[in-house]
Each structure stands twice: as structure tokens, then as C-alpha cells.
């Protein structure tokens, strides 16, 4: 992996006005991602997960920090021309069939992401056959029309279809959530293999922990808009440090873990007033200033970072000490 970060996303908050009122969706998230690295952002939803990636892709205005991708801001207007040049970010979309056109063949709708300058046809379909021998369909499929493939078969185009580009990052917004456990790690893989043939990033957004930790070299674990812990992937899966991830880890039964304290949660908590943590309403060790201060965020050993009250660093052994 290279050392300068492919992409930085520092201090990153974003507001969005309903009526008189703004409504913060994310607030100071910071994480980096270098070529060749998988970050994952996990999270229930409303955690602000897509909020970011959206806001990457230039989607969505941001309303303080910065992004930069390959050393260049590619915030607002400058994101939105710079998205559409070749070697830049792609999406994967949870839904593929909103993603291609129905009304034309799979063929022409993934040909429309070969960049202009390689638009000759002969060039185009063989960079698409190749592509789709990587992800595993048969180049019939190129004259088909999107209803007619399943749910896997969709989301395989539409792997392809950001591919055909050379993107150097390609965020991956809960790209399997809706297909059949055995269909969703044949396109995990896929992703994988692509990964491997080249030096693509991702950030794979999720509500899994299984899937995310899977797919990630880093995982940044979101509630509220805000990070509550970040880590290696393998640490903050098996060893989960913030009351947060703990529960999070609880609810995926597939992993090896020791067993976590838990408390039935109210399906929708009122975050603390005057500044406090945002899990606060939710947690079982939440104390009285965790209702109304902001917790200091804790750098730990391995690199990762806890924002928590009672997390004690020195007393870390990377099993997430609690104490």
C-alpha cells in the first residue's frame, strides 16, 4: 500500500434543513483509506453510513471538513466534475436494478462507463467480456435486459459496470443486503478477486459486522453520525472496545467472541441534550457525565480510536477492557 492515503475524509459534518430546523447527519467523522485497503462504515440505520458515501460521491453538500482524493479536494462542484473522469470513484448500490436502465440491454448500460476517449466499440465489449468472465456471468447475458437476470446475476452487472472505468475507489453501499446468503458471498468474493487483480480500494458500507468485517482492513463503527470506535477490523469484530460495538457483535451469532454484556435497547432513544454521548439512552455502564459531557476519544495501541468515558487504554490488552 502506498503511504500517501487515496482518500481522507477529515472533520466531516453535514446538515440538512427540515423547515426552520437543520439536522446534523453526520458530525466530525475522520478516517482515511490507501490504495489497496478496504475501510468498512457499520452502523444501524440512521448512523449517517450512506450519508458519507453519498457525500463522496459528491451526491450531497457537506457542510464542514474536507475530503480529499488523491491529495486534491473534490468537495461540491469540483467532486461532481471529477467523478465523471476515468480512474476515479465508482458506487455499488444496494439496489441494482434502480442502478441500470431497464430499458436496454445490460451490454449498453455498462458500455457507458468506458470513458470517452475508449469509446470504440470493439474496444468497449472487449473490456466488457473480459470484465464479466471476472464476475463470473456468461457474456450472454450482455444482450439481456436487467428483469429478465436475478437478483446475483443484477448485482454482478453492476459490479461491472463500476469497473469498466479503472476506478481507484469504489464505495460499496450495503451491496448484498438484499440478495440470499449463499448468493451474497459469491459477490463478496467477486469483489474480492477484483480487489486483488489491482490495487482498488473500497469502503464497504454495512449493518452487518459479519459481512464488514469480512470484506474491511479497518472498520469505523458510526452511531448518530458520529464514530464511537475505529480499529482493525479483526479487533474491533473479535475484541470490541465501546458499549456500542459490543452490541453490535452480540447480534452477529456467526462470530467466534467471547460473550458481551448487553442491554435490551429502546427502539428510539433521545440522544443526551447539552453535549453528552449519543449512545447514553442505550448503554448498560452509562454514568451521570455521560449524559452531559462529550467523551473524549482515546487513542489505543493497535492505532484505533474509543470514544468513550470509561475506556482505560492502559488497560487495554486488545481485548477491549472495559473497566
Not at 470490541?240 to 456467526?254: D, F, I, K
Request: proline share 8%; glycine share 8%; aromatic share 6%.
Amino acid at each position: 500500500m502506498s503511504e500517501s492515503p487515496l482518500l481522507e475524509v477529515a472533520d466531516l459534518a453535514i446538515e440538512y434543513r427540515r423547515g426552520i430546523h437543520r439536522v446534523t447527519a453526520v458530525s466530525g467523522v475522520n478516517f482515511t483509506i490507501r490504495a489497496g485497503q478496504t475501510l468498512g462504515l457499520v452502523g444501524e440505520s440512521g448512523s449517517g453510513k450512506t450519508t458519507i458515501g453519498r457525500a463522496i460521491l459528491g451526491l450531497v453538500p457537506i457542510s464542514a471538513g474536507r475530503i480529499l482524493f488523491d491529495g486534491q479536494d473534490v468537495s461540491g462542484d469540483a467532486h461532481r466534475r471529477r467523478r465523471r473522469e476515468p480512474g476515479q470513484i465508482r458506487a455499488i448500490f444496494q439496489d441494482p436494478y434502480s442502478s441500470l436502465n431497464p430499458s436496454l440491454p445490460v451490454a449498453v448500460s455498462v458500455a457507458e462507463e468506458v470513458p470517452r476517449s475508449r469509446r470504440v466499440r470493439s474496444e468497449a465489449f472487449a473490456r466488457l467480456s473480459d470484465l464479466f468472465d471476472r464476475v463470473g456471468l456468461p457474456r450472454a447475458v450482455a444482450a439481456s435486459y436487467p428483469a429478465r437476470l436475478s437478483g446475483g446475476q443484477r448485482q454482478r452487472v453492476a459490479i461491472a459496470r463500476a469497473l469498466m472505468s479503472d476506478p481507484s475507489l469504489v464505495i460499496c453501499d450495503e451491496p448484498v443486503s438484499a440478495l440470499d446468503v449463499s448468493v451474497q458471498a459469491q459477490v463478496l468474493n467477486v469483489l474480492k478477486d477484483a480487489q486483488r487483480a489491482g490495487s482498488l480500494s473500497y469502503c464497504f458500507i454495512g449493518h452487518d459486522l459479519d459481512v464488514v468485517r469480512y470484506m474491511s482492513d479497518w472498520i469505523v463503527v458510526l452511531y448518530r453520525g458520529q464514530v464511537l470506535e475505529d480499529g482493525p477490523a479483526r479487533t474491533v469484530a473479535r475484541h470490541p472496545r465501546h458499549p456500542y460495538t459490543q452490541a453490535l457483535v452480540a447480534a452477529s451469532p456467526e462470530l467466534d467472541r467471547p460473550a458481551q454484556p448487553r442491554r435490551a435497547p429502546d427502539p428510539h432513544p433521545e440522544p443526551p441534550r447539552g453535549g453528552g454521548c449519543p449512545f447514553a439512552p442505550r448503554c448498560g455502564f452509562a454514568e451521570d457525565r455521560c449524559w452531559v459531557e462529550q467523551p473524549p476519544v482515546h487513542l489505543a495501541a493497535d492505532g484505533g480510536h474509543v470514544a468513550c468515558h470509561r475506556y482505560d487504554a492502559a488497560a487495554d490488552t486488545t481485548a477491549g477492557v472495559l473497566l
